[in-house]
């Protein structure tokens, strides 16, 4: 993903954040560096997954997010 700055966006596993029903697995999220490697910074702080990042047109950084929930997957939910 490429930021209106300049720099790189994209996901990784590298916080010490686990997925809480995934065992050993880590939680990817959000992360910026510039285009020659340095400047790493991280974007989001969830201990969920956060993926699939795209650029809007402003600017901003829409992505989703896999939340654990004790609900069902078989039966409807209202997203609000």
């Known amino acids: 993903l490429y930021l209106p700055d300049g720099r790189?966006?994209?996901?990784?596993?590298?916080?010490?954040?686990f997925v809480?029903?995934?065992g050993d697995r880590h939680s990817p999220n959000l992360y910026a560096i510039s285009a020659d490697g340095s400047g790493l910074r991280r974007l989001s702080f969830n201990v969920f997954n956060d993926y699939t990042p795209s650029m809007l047109p402003d600017g901003r950084i829409l992505y989703?997010?896999?939340?654990?929930?004790?609900?069902s997957v078989t039966s409807l939910h209202n997203p609000f």
């Not at 790189?8 to 954040?17: P, V």
């Not at 989703?64 to 609900?71: A, C, K, P, Q, T």
């Open 8 to 17: 790189i966006g994209f996901t990784s596993d590298r916080s010490e954040h």
């Open 20 to 22: 809480m029903c995934g």
């Open 64 to 71: 989703g997010r896999w939340e654990y929930n004790e609900r």
